[in-house]
């Protein structure tokens, strides 16, 4: 018989004739053969020998075939020793007492060679299947430790980068398996220089790794960006280039990010085929969908991205809510999606906003989902700024070649204006200044106050009267969009002067734009403490910065920064 | 009418199987049986003399003795009926049978010796 592998087989028979008949016959089919002529002597023969196989005889003096097989059994643990009972047994109840000492076939007497040869050819093809399983079992046991470890090893690295964030901040909750990261999600927050909160929920396709891989340069583009003060047009145009030079084509990134402005109390957002987030109003009780209106980041070459986002009003207590389509691609038994119906009635019976997580948990547990792991939300709250303290900026440059007296003019013209945003940069030179670290927040939110007014009342000669409603708000950002689109003419310039003063020294930054000015006298009448800061920012750069001044019929702006010695 | 008592085709398989070690096959079944035919006779209780008959019908019908076999097999039955009647007289049966097939497996002995 070819293909056929010497066994060695245990034979065990009182009957010397038929002991002596099987082990002719086992032998001539090539095989070696052990003998027993008792269960007791069975029993020893396998633990000494470990044979591949039994025949058994039932019926033994001293231990009966049965219990010598259930010990047999026992002692072969996982590895399949096949049994086959040698038997004259005719009755069924017999037999099934065979199989339930763990016998796995049988063989009539008288003797047929054919049959046997067969059957110890199908018993050794079972043997060896289950030897195969367990090897493969085993090495996908160890290959799972070794996936596992590698994950650890990638989250432990990942969870230093992620939690570089705010995502502690007291207006953030967030729900997300601690291993969320290999299912494609991510969650990332951090704060502008201006004291701003951007946020990003990103879902990557596919699972394990691979997802997880291009986690890592999104986040360092996202917490570079926002560190540096880029919004969330450059900060998406850069996230979208990295992730499509880097990402095979099958592999994007479903993203939303929001850039919340606690002291202009709005919401900007993007939303790039991520589910509806929804921005609650409390006052009104309404969500607003935040629909996604963009591919996702890693499809577009960087010539067809739209950066273009959406800003919303919000007042203190508003939230943003968002989550990933784990939670409405929950299925129940019977291949059901939870849907966005479900989560909407979650909504609707919510009453304390600070408990929608657990219900909307507890309506997937209810629905009869399995728990998924890919579920992530996250809720952000718009406080008052004064409640949220931006962590300190870390320089590791010693001081020493701080420049002190200097100044310098940028004029910034309509092609420039459609597309860049100076204020990084111009942040970045004024921080080698040491002496303007300490108020870095308050500097880039008056320069940011300063270059939008110049840009968008300047330059765009949009009217800020139309932010006073939600409507009016949309409608001001869509025609800021436009008119940017189809800016020809205008600049923006903006002069810094650096001087010494004493042991600390004066910035004093001035912005003049190609626009058409304001009524100075009237908008200044305003009382200083209003309570939404919409329109010209003008309350918040009074506030901030020092000497604030306008001329020019309102199109040229000065003000001024001073700190004293560095201790 | 050796058929009734031995399965002649059987033993040519016998042989052509063990080769050189059929006549040791041989003796072995018949001493093998004389030790049963003692555990029969001697058995005390219908749990033994059922053991004993199954297995000399296992190695009755292994060794081509198709008669023995039956009888066996019916002895076992009574045992498990406890058919105390039919047993003694199963006992004297398989006891005679025996008695027919013993010169015929010594002749057949000769028979492979001799070849």
Redesign the interface.
């Known amino acids: 018989m070819p293909s056929l592998e010497s066994l060695t087989i245990l034979i065990a028979e009182?009957?010397?004739?038929?002991r002596?008949?099987l082990s002719?016959?086992v032998r001539?089919q090539g095989h070696e053969v052990l003998t027993a002529a008792n269960g007791v002597e069975a029993v020893e023969s396998f633990l000494q020998q470990r044979p591949h196989l039994v025949l058994m005889?039932a019926?033994m003096p001293v231990m009966d075939g049965f219990e010598a097989a259930r010990q047999i059994k026992l002692l072969a643990g996982e590895t399949l020793v096949p049994i086959i009972f040698?038997?004259?047994?005719s009755e069924s109840e017999a037999l099934a007492r065979c199989l339930e000492a763990g016998g796995d076939d049988f063989l009539a007497?008288?003797?047929n060679?054919v049959i046997l040869a067969a059957k110890i050819k199908a018993m050794d093809r079972l043997r060896r299947l289950q030897a195969t399983v367990l090897q493969q079992r085993d090495l996908i046991a160890k290959h799972h430790e070794y996936l596992l470890n590698e994950q650890r090893v990638a989250k432990a690295v990942f969870d230093k980068v992620a939690h570089s964030g705010c995502l502690s901040a007291p207006n953030i909750r967030y729900l997300q398996s601690p291993y969320a990261l290999f299912n494609g999600d991510l969650l990332l927050a951090a704060f502008t220089p201006a004291g701003d909160m951007h946020v990003l929920l990103g879902d990557f396709t596919g699972h394990g790794l691979p997802a997880a891989v291009g986690a890592m340069p999104l986040a360092e583009v996202f917490y570079g960006m926002t560190a540096k003060g880029y919004g969330l047009p450059e900060t998406l145009r850069e996230m979208n280039a990295k992730l499509k030079r880097i990402l095979p084509v099958d592999m994007f990134c479903c993203a939303t990010l929001l850039c919340l402005s606690f002291q202009r109390r709005s919401v900007e957002v993007w939303n790039g085929g991520m589910p509806d987030g929804y921005l609650h109003t409390i006052a009104t009780d309404e969500r607003k969908p935040l629909t996604a209106r963009h591919l996702p980041l890693g499809v577009l070459s960087p010539q067809t991205f739209d950066d273009r986002t959406e800003v919303f009003p919000m007042a203190v207590g508003d939230r943003v809510f968002l989550l990933s389509d784990g939670v409405i691609d929950t299925c129940d038994g019977d291949e059901q999606l939870f849907g966005v119906e479900r989560l909407h009635q979650v909504f609707a019976a919510n009453r304390q906003p600070d408990s929608l997580f657990e219900e909307i948990e507890r309506a997937l547990r209810d629905f009869g989902g399995e728990a998924r792991d890919d579920v992530s939300m996250v809720e952000v709250s718009l406080l008052e700024a004064a409640q949220l303290s931006p962590p300190a900026l870390v320089y590791s440059d010693s001081g020493q070649s701080c420049p002190l007296d200097w100044s310098a003019s940028f004029e910034f013209r309509a092609a420039t204006l459609k597309r860049f945003n100076p204020l990084p940069y111009l942040l970045q030179l004024l921080l080698e200044v040491h002496g303007l670290r300490a108020q870095s927040s308050a500097l880039y939110s008056v320069l940011a106050e300063l270059y939008s007014n110049a840009l968008e009342h300047g330059v765009l000669g949009l009217d800020s009267s139309l932010k006073r409603d939600a409507a009016g708000f949309a409608r001001y950002y869509l025609q800021r969009n436009e008119r940017l689109d189809a800016l020809q003419n205008g600049y923006v310039r903006v002069h810094l002067q650096v001087m010494p003063e004493g042991k600390g020294g004066c910035l004093i930054v001035g912005v003049e734009d190609s626009g058409s000015g304001f009524d100075v006298a009237r908008v200044l009448e305003r009382p200083l403490d209003g309570v939404r800061l919409s329109g010209r920012g003008i309350n918040l750069i009074r506030q901030l910065g020092r000497n604030a001044s306008w001329s020019d019929e309102g199109r040229s702006a000065r003000v001024e920064f001073f700190w004293e010695a560095l201790a | 009418m050796a058929d009734i008592h031995l399965d002649r085709d059987l033993l040519t398989m016998l042989q052509e199987v063990m080769g050189n070690e059929y006549p040791v096959l041989l003796d072995t079944f018949l001493s093998d049986s004389e030790e049963r035919l003692c555990v029969l006779r001697k058995a005390e209780d219908a749990v033994q003399l059922m053991n004993a008959a199954h297995s000399f019908k296992g190695s009755s019908s292994n060794m081509g003795a198709a008669r023995l076999a039956e009888l066996c097999h019916e002895l076992e039955q009574c045992a498990k009926e406890r058919k105390l009647a039919d047993i003694e007289k199963l006992v004297k049966k398989i006891d005679s049978e025996f008695a027919i097939i013993r010169p015929l497996y010594e002749a057949e002995r000769q028979r492979s010796l001799s070849e």
């Open positions: 009182d009957s010397a004739a038929d002596m008949l002719h016959i001539r005889d019926m040698l038997t004259s047994l007497k008288p003797y060679p």
